[in-house]
Structure formats: structure tokens, C-alpha cells
């Protein structure tokens, strides 16, 4: 009988070893860290949820049909900011993303610039930018449209670079053959390539600013948000179970409709 | 040699008509809602986008300089931020993974199972995180309990449909080779299945715990502990500086972990 043994495997090398060594002691450390420090009140937690149950789950399970009225618009309003914000933030995107992409302005500085730039302005979580521009403007809805505004165009201007990074750019460089100018190229050499991609990006960013504005509220930037802060200071659960059935069932509508739009353009 | 010259003469469009009537009417509808959103969303506001645009100035007025006295004081709610996103990626990626495995199509042969997974990841990803939030807050009281649930919750949702998503797109080859050679369900998930996916799970999880510092920020706001708590109260109390100061720590660490997170990715793909 022939002796099945599999063939022996290569030896790695001891600088490999103690390094994965090294990482996994440090992730572990982190772990320790994390675990032994987090401070919870268990006790309090389950003495708590205990006497709370009965009074915050079944209700958000049999909404406040009252309030139907009033979430709808309220919903409709957070439908607004989202709109407003995420078109604002795809016009302010592309001129930055173009500044970000290292095929297109030239120079690895300018891109290095439009890069940090787009991970400056990601670093700043929506509620932030809302509380700033709630205090700029007021508590209404347009803080609501700034912050999304802002907010998106971090992550728009990071995707539309990669995007436009990614292109043909033999393309381009035949136009510049035949004597096409820096317009003529950007009109038909570039646009025609980036412009199903940058559309399907912008209504997906569209679906995540719903999302977002949904929340905004909280400080003060209007839209549903100012529904869920009454309702959870008022602890009336019932009011804040048709608000989660209104923000679910407008999501829901609108990631579909997104979808749908984005697998047709692209 | 006249027929050539009527054809290059009358310049043919590089769109049909019908292509260009939708796109203006699409474009039509488009701007007109933005206006109409634009509208509705400035009712409210006194003295319109003009005097909104002069009280910038006074923001930085307000909130400049920050006052770094406060930065010992706030180091100690700052780290508590990341413990609650170490802790509840953690949970979340243990738990994402029979879920993700559940809906991927290519694994998931048995439709029903499928669907009833897929359909309770989408509801689970429409709920925003700070409904989440309060709704937590509200079942065990005030404090980082309920905010770790809370990211848990939400960042599973994130994180299945993504893993999900880079199982189904995985080589089905090996896995047919395993299965044809007589491994079992567990032996073809851990020596055919894994292999592939591991780097871009990895990648994925750091992607989600960047999303989660940035996410228990806010928690906070709704009284679920981190720093959102102590920006919250000097937010109530008008003291400006000091919120400005907590605003930019949380700016600096964003920076900093997603650095590392994204050299990280680098190294792992």
C-alpha cells in the first residue's frame, strides 16, 4: 500500500513568527484592556429592563395610529433634507473628487491635498456638523441640509475619485493624440465614462442620507428626529413605534427604488 | 459620391431624440424637487439663507478658541467611545457570521431560510442607530449597556449584508472539489470557505469598527455613555469652548484609528 502523506509544508520564517506573535499579543492586550475597564452597572441594567420590559417592547409593537399624521410629515420633511443635502453634496463632490484624482489634475500634490481634504470632512460624524450648523442657523430644517451637505461630500469625493481614477485612459490619451484640447478631452473623453457611475454613487448616497437625516432631529436640525426625542422623553413608546414603522417603511421604499434606478443606469 | 455628402452634411445627433427628452425631463423633475426641498426646508428659518450665511461668523466667534483645560477631564469618556466600538464589532462579527452564511446565496441552497435571513437584515439595517439607541437607553437606564447593544445591533446588520455579499462572490470551485471528495458541510465551510473569505472578513470588520467609533460618538447624544454624553451636557449648557474642544478630540481619534485601520486593510489585501 502506498504511503499517503501529504508533502511537508514550508517553513516560515522566525521574523514572520514573532510578528504574528507580537500582533496577536497586542490585539489580545487591547481585549483585556477593553473588557476589564468598560464599566457596566449589571445590576442596575437587569434590575432596570426587568421593570421596563412590559413598558417600552410591546408597545412599540402596537403604534400610535394618532400619530400617523404627524409622522408623515414629519417623515416627509426628513425626506426633504436628505434630497436637498445629498444633490448639494454631489455638485461640491465632483470638483473636489477631480482635485482628488491622481490621473486628472496632475501632480501627486494636488492630490494628496483633494484626498485629505475628503478624510478631513469624513472625520466629522453628521450629528456634529449638525450641532454646528444648528447654532450657524438656527434649529430648523436647512441645519439639517448643510450638515447632510457636508457629510456627504466626504464620502461622495472619496468614491467619485476612485471612480474616476479607475478610467479608460487610453481614451484620453488618443484625443490628446489627435489634438483634442483639455475641454474637448474633459467633455468627451472623461464625462461620458464617469457619468453612470457618479449618478449610481449619488442616489445610493441619497439612500444613507435618508438614513442620517432621520436622526438629526435629535439637535435640533428638524425631520423625524424631533418626533423621536419628544417621544423618548415623554417615554411614549406607542408614539415612537409608529416613528420606527414610518422611518422602516420609507427606507425600505426608497432602497428598492434606489436599487431599481441604479441597476438600470448602470 | 452625392449620397457620402448628404450623410456627413446633415450632422447626425449622437443621442436619439427620445434619449434627450427623457434626460431633460428627468433632469426637469430633479431640479424642481430640489427647489421645492429647498423651500420647505427654509420655512422656518428667520432671516433666510443670507442671514444664515452672516451667522457663521458667529459660530466661530462662539466656539473659538477651544478651551483645552478640559482635555484631561474628557481622555477618560474618549476612551470609553472606543471601548464600546471594540466591544460591540466584536459581538457583532461572532454573530454576523452563521448570518452572513445563512444569506448568501451560493451556501444557502435550502430558498426559504434564505429569504426569511435576507428579509430580517434588511429590516434590521433600515433602523437608524440612534433609534436603536433610545430605544436601549429607555429598556436599561443610562449608561454604555445599552449604547453597546446598540452599535451590536446596528453594525450586524452592516456587516452581514457585506460578508454576505463576499461569500456569494467567492470561487465555487474548490467547495464543488471538497464536496465531490467527500467532505461534509462543516469540513467544506472551514477549509474551502474560510480560506477565501478571511482577508476580506478581516477587512470588513476594521471597515465596521470605523463606522462604530464614529457611530458611538453619537449614542451619546441619546444618553447611551461615551463621549456624546459630555458633548451633550456642554451643548445644554451653552458652553461653547468646551464642546469645541471635545469636537476636535473626536475629529483627531476618527483620523487616527482610521489610519490604522486603513494601513491595515492595505497589509491584509
Redesign the interface.
Known amino acids: 500500500m502506498e504511503n499517503l502523506q501529504l508533502p511537508p509544508k514550508p517553513e516560515k520564517s522566525l521574523f514572520k513568527k514573532t510578528r504574528a506573535l507580537i500582533i496577536l499579543l497586542l490585539v489580545l492586550a487591547?481585549?483585556v484592556w477593553?473588557?476589564v475597564?468598560?464599566?457596566?452597572?449589571?445590576g442596575?441594567?437587569i434590575e432596570?429592563?426587568i421593570n421596563?420590559?412590559h413598558r417600552?417592547?410591546p408597545k412599540?409593537f402596537s403604534p400610535d395610529w394618532a400619530a400617523a399624521g404627524e409622522v408623515g410629515e414629519a417623515m416627509l420633511?426628513t425626506?426633504?433634507?436628505a434630497?436637498?443635502g445629498s444633490?448639494m453634496a454631489a455638485i461640491l463632490a465632483v470638483p473636489l473628487a477631480f482635485l482628488a484624482a491622481q490621473n486628472m489634475m496632475g501632480g501627486k500634490v494636488t492630490s494628496t491635498i483633494g484626498k485629505w481634504i475628503l478624510?478631513?470632512i469624513?472625520?466629522?460624524?453628521?450629528?456634529?456638523l449638525a450641532?454646528?450648523f444648528v447654532?450657524?442657523?438656527?434649529p430648523?430644517?436647512?441645519a439639517?441640509?448643510l450638515a447632510i451637505a457636508i457629510g456627504s461630500t466626504g464620502m461622495l469625493g472619496k468614491m467619485f475619485s476612485e471612480i474616476i481614477e479607475s478610467i479608460d485612459m487610453e481614451v484620453v490619451q488618443a484625443m490628446e493624440a489627435n489634438g483634442a484640447n483639455k475641454i474637448q478631452i474633459l467633455f468627451y473623453g472623461v464625462i461620458p465614462q464617469i457619468t453612470p457611475e457618479f449618478l449610481s454613487y449619488a442616489i445610493y448616497r441619497f439612500e444613507v442620507d435618508i438614513?442620517?437625516s432621520?436622526?438629526l432631529g435629535?439637535?435640533g436640525a428638524?425631520g423625524i428626529?424631533t418626533m423621536?426625542?419628544f417621544a423618548?422623553s415623554n417615554?411614549n413608546?406607542n408614539e415612537?413605534g409608529m416613528?420606527?414603522f414610518g422611518?422602516?417603511i420609507v427606507?425600505?421604499v426608497i432602497?428598492f427604488a434606489s436599487a431599481r434606478i441604479r441597476r438600470k443606469i448602470v | 459620391m452625392t449620397k457620402n455628402n448628404s450623410l456627413t452634411q446633415k450632422s447626425i445627433p449622437l443621442y436619439p431624440a427620445k434619449t434627450k427628452m427623457q434626460v431633460t425631463i428627468i433632469f426637469l423633475v430633479i431640479l424642481g424637487f430640489y427647489l421645492f426641498s429647498m423651500i420647505r426646508t427654509q420655512e422656518d428659518m428667520v432671516g433666510g439663507i443670507s442671514g444664515a450665511l452672516g451667522n457663521m461668523y458667529v459660530v466661530i466667534e462662539k466656539f473659538f478658541p477651544p478651551n483645552f483645560t478640559i482635555l484631561s477631564a474628557i481622555w477618560d469618556s474618549m476612551l470609553e467611545t472606543i471601548k464600546m466600538a471594540i466591544i460591540a464589532t466584536t459581538i457583532a462579527a461572532i454573530i454576523t457570521v452563521p448570518l452572513a452564511v445563512l444569506s448568501a446565496q451560493n451556501i444557502t441552497t435550502f430558498k426559504p431560510l434564505y429569504y426569511l435571513t435576507r428579509t430580517f437584515l434588511n429590516l434590521l439595517r433600515t433602523i437608524p442607530d440612534l433609534v436603536l439607541a433610545v430605544i436601549f437607553v429607555g429598556l436599561f437606564g443610562v449608561g454604555v449597556f445599552p449604547g453597546i447593544l446598540a452599535l451590536t445591533v446596528f453594525s450586524l446588520g452592516i456587516l452581514a449584508k457585506l460578508i454576505s455579499e463576499t461569500i456569494e462572490s467567492v470561487d465555487m470551485n474548490p467547495l464543488e472539489a471538497m464536496r465531490a471528495s467527500g467532505g461534509n458541510v462543516f469540513q467544506v465551510i472551514w477549509y474551502s470557505l474560510v480560506p477565501q473569505v478571511a482577508p476580506q472578513f478581516t477587512s470588513l470588520v476594521l471597515y465596521v469598527f470605523e463606522i462604530n467609533v464614529r457611530a458611538s460618538v453619537v449614542l451619546g447624544m441619546v444618553g447611551a455613555g461615551g463621549i456624546g454624553l459630555v458633548l451633550n451636557q456642554q451643548i445644554k449648557f451653552y458652553n461653547y469652548p468646551n464642546a469645541m474642544t471635545i469636537i476636535i478630540v473626536i475629529f483627531v481619534t476618527v483620523l487616527i484609528i482610521e489610519y490604522i485601520s486603513n494601513k491595515l486593510r492595505e497589509a491584509l489585501l
Open positions: 487591547l481585549y477593553t473588557f475597564t468598560i464599566d457596566i452597572d449589571w442596575r441594567a432596570r429592563s421596563n420590559f417600552v417592547i412599540l420633511e425626506i426633504f433634507i434630497f436637498a444633490l478624510s478631513a469624513r472625520a466629522f460624524p453628521d450629528l456634529i450641532i454646528l447654532v450657524a442657523v438656527g430648523n430644517a436647512f439639517g441640509v438614513r442620517a432621520s436622526i435629535i439637535v428638524g428626529g423621536i426625542i423618548s417615554r413608546w415612537m416613528i420606527l422611518i422602516i427606507v425600505t432602497d
